[in-house]
């Protein structure tokens, strides 16, 4: 069983930065594809950028393009949200997953339900 814990999270004003990792406890971390998803009060959970197992491929949903990086770190079992530009609608709770088959195609990497494990959130709150 993978487990994922998220750090990093908290309060930043609009238009400052927040750095997110997320520490996976699985030696074979390498071989997961990885995403970031976020859930805001009364809201689905939305798909906002992903990785895949070498970090040689990424997707990212429109609404952060260009303000937003994923990365990792496959000796240190981390993943990482850098977060540039916050807007005070990117205040939700942000979610890492993993999942070690995922085929990694933009439709299936932006997918919540296709992802075996998840992280506990770490709440990010922008304020305007």
């Known amino acids: 069983q993978v487990q994922l814990v998220e750090s990093g999270g908290g309060l930043v004003q609009a238009g400052g930065s927040l750095r997110l990792s997320c520490t996976a406890s699985?030696?074979?971390?390498?071989?997961?594809?990885m995403g970031w998803f976020r859930q805001a009060p009364g809201k689905e959970r939305d798909f906002v950028a992903a990785?895949?197992?070498?970090?040689?491929?990424?997707y990212y949903a429109d609404s952060v393009k260009g303000r937003f990086s994923i990365s990792r770190d496959n000796a240190k079992n981390t993943v990482y949200l850098q977060m540039n530009s916050l807007k005070p609608e990117d205040t939700a709770v942000y979610y890492c997953?993993?999942?070690?088959?995922?085929?990694?195609?933009?439709?299936?990497?932006?997918?919540?339900?296709?992802?075996?494990?998840w992280g506990q959130g770490t709440q990010v709150t922008v304020s305007s």
């Open positions: 990785i895949s197992w070498s970090g040689g491929s990424t």
């Open positions: 997953a993993a999942d070690p088959r995922l085929s990694f195609t933009r439709g299936v990497a932006s997918t919540p339900r296709l992802y075996n494990y």
């Open positions: 699985e030696r074979t971390f390498s071989t997961y594809a």
